[in-house]
């Protein structure tokens, strides 16, 4: 894709813009307009192209060996505009067996469909972070406010250990004598008086 002078002089401005945010004049903003609409219509065209080629060069394919020629010319042309060959283009060229501008192709598609299986496959094992809705779910005030909550799980409470009552005193059988207490056998001792008590008392 190529730029005239005045589109790169649009986008020039347009990058310094994105660089540096200031207010544009009205005539700045629709050059704007006017060459992303310019960049979207050369999209569109280069991918009604690419759809074109393709769809020539699996009609070649099909007529193979016949058109040989043609559909190797057609396959350059895919291979240079970025085109990732397939299964499909492995068989065909090898049933060119012998043909040295199909054998080149072949051991170019070859590489390039391997490099194309490497990339498919060192992509699936990179870890990819968590989706942006999945981080706003646990974010207080999300979806995971609303879910119920598992109750916590409480302990047990223990036993309480069976209180085992005091054994009484077993009552005298009648007719025995019951057993004197200590302080009934021991009375207790009285204090002697002190001496001014004595000498008033004699």
């Known amino acids: 894709m190529a730029f005239s002078a005045d589109e790169l002089r649009v986008l020039r401005r347009a990058l310094a813009v994105a660089l540096h945010p200031a207010p544009l004049p009205d005539e700045d903003v629709q050059d704007c307009l006017r060459l992303a609409e310019s960049l979207d219509e050369a999209s569109r065209e280069a991918g009604r192209l690419r759809a074109f080629l393709l769809a020539d060069l699996a009609r070649y394919r099909d007529a193979l060996p ?19 060959p397939g299964p499909a283009e492995l068989a065909a060229l090898r049933t060119l067996d012998g043909h040295p501008v199909g054998m080149a192709l072949l051991a170019r598609c070859e590489t390039l469909a391997e490099r194309s299986v490497r990339q498919r496959l060192a992509r699936g094992r ?12 646990a974010l207080p005030g999300g979806r995971a406010a609303d ?19 005091q054994p009484k005193t077993p009552a005298p059988a009648p007719g025995e004598r019951p057993v004197p207490k200590p302080s009934e056998v021991f009375p207790p001792r009285r204090r002697p008086a002190p001496p001014s008590a004595q000498r008033a008392a004699g």
């Open 66 to 84: 016949g058109s040989a020629a043609s559909y190797l010319e057609l396959l350059q042309d895919a291979l240079a505009a970025g085109y990732d």
């Open 126 to 137: 990179t870890p990819t972070a968590p989706a942006p809705r999945a981080r706003l779910l």
């Open 147 to 165: 879910e119920p909550r598992p109750k916590p799980q409480t302990k047990p409470k223990p036993a309480p250990e069976p209180v085992h009552p």
